[in-house]
């Protein structure tokens, strides 16, 4: 099993940038890739960013060129830089894991924005 650990969230103003990092424990050989999706009150769970094991990324076009995932392999880490924050980016941001009989995901990191 994979366990996943985020940290780096908190308050910040418009504009204002935070890096969340996720930390995987466990069976990490498993892993295909990592992403990070976000939740706002109201809304459905959204894809933000993932990196595969190749070190190839995708973004959704809402934070493409704003927000940055790269990862630390050797300490099985994966990091959200978000730069240029805006309101609408409020929400719980999740590390998920999947691969070889994985699918496990975070607790959560809150993020919120105020203008």
């Known amino acids: 099993q994979v366990q996943l650990v985020e940290s780096g969230g908190g308050l910040v103003q418009v504009g204002g940038s935070l890096r969340l990092s996720c930390a995987a424990s466990?069976?990490?050989?498993?892993?295909?890739?990592i992403d990070w999706y976000r939740q706002a009150p109201g809304n459905q769970r959204e894809l933000v960013a993932r990196?595969?094991?190749?070190?190839?990324?995708n973004y959704s076009e809402a934070v493409k060129g704003r927000f940055t995932i790269s990862r630390d392999s050797a300490n099985n880490l994966v990091y959200l830089q978000m730069n240029n924050l805006q309101p609408d980016d409020t929400a719980v941001y999740y590390c998920h894991a999947d691969g070889y009989r994985t699918d496990a995901w975070g607790q959560g990191t809150q993020v919120t924005v105020s203008s």
């Open positions: 990196i595969y094991s190749d070190d190839s990324t």
């Open positions: 466990g069976s990490t050989f498993a892993i295909s890739f």
